[in-house]
């Protein structure tokens, strides 16, 4: 179950995916160096907007693509909240897909969702 999945905060904290039970989850793949950068504010002023109801947006920094995200967590932190006053939840560097990437973004629950679709 998603909920049974541990992350990594940004500061290098771990919790499972149950701190965010009973919420809507926007589970993100950021890149502060990409073409989507901008996205960044939008999703804070959906998380601000939304946050009280249940809404999460949940980011998770990727350098998987290009290298767009090549700084350090501290880099990301500090950019994230000078540049586009981030307050929702970011969470340490993964590779999204292949190997490496975390149950987040490979559960069996998501991935059948993914094959859903098509």
């Known amino acids: 179950m998603i909920y049974d999945i541990s992350v ?3 500061d290098g904290t771990t919790r ?11 589970v993100v793949n950021v890149a ?10 939008g999703l804070e002023a959906l998380y601000r907007k939304y946050h009280g109801r249940g ?3 949940l980011g998770f ?7 767009q995200e090549p700084g350090t967590e501290a880099d990301i932190v500090a950019f994230c909240s000078r540049t586009y006053g981030v307050t929702f939840p970011l969470f340490m560097k993964v590779d999204v897909n292949g190997a490496g990437a975390p149950s987040a973004f490979c559960a069996p629950q ?7 679709r098509d």
């Open 8 to 10: 990594a905060a940004i």
């Open 16 to 26: 499972t995916m149950d701190a965010y039970r009973g919420q809507t989850l926007l």
């Open 32 to 41: 502060s160096q990409c073409g989507f950068t901008p996205q960044y504010a």
């Open 55 to 57: 809404f999460a947006v």
């Open 61 to 67: 920094p990727c350098n998987q693509f290009g290298g």
């Open 110 to 116: 998501v991935r059948e969702a993914w094959r859903a």
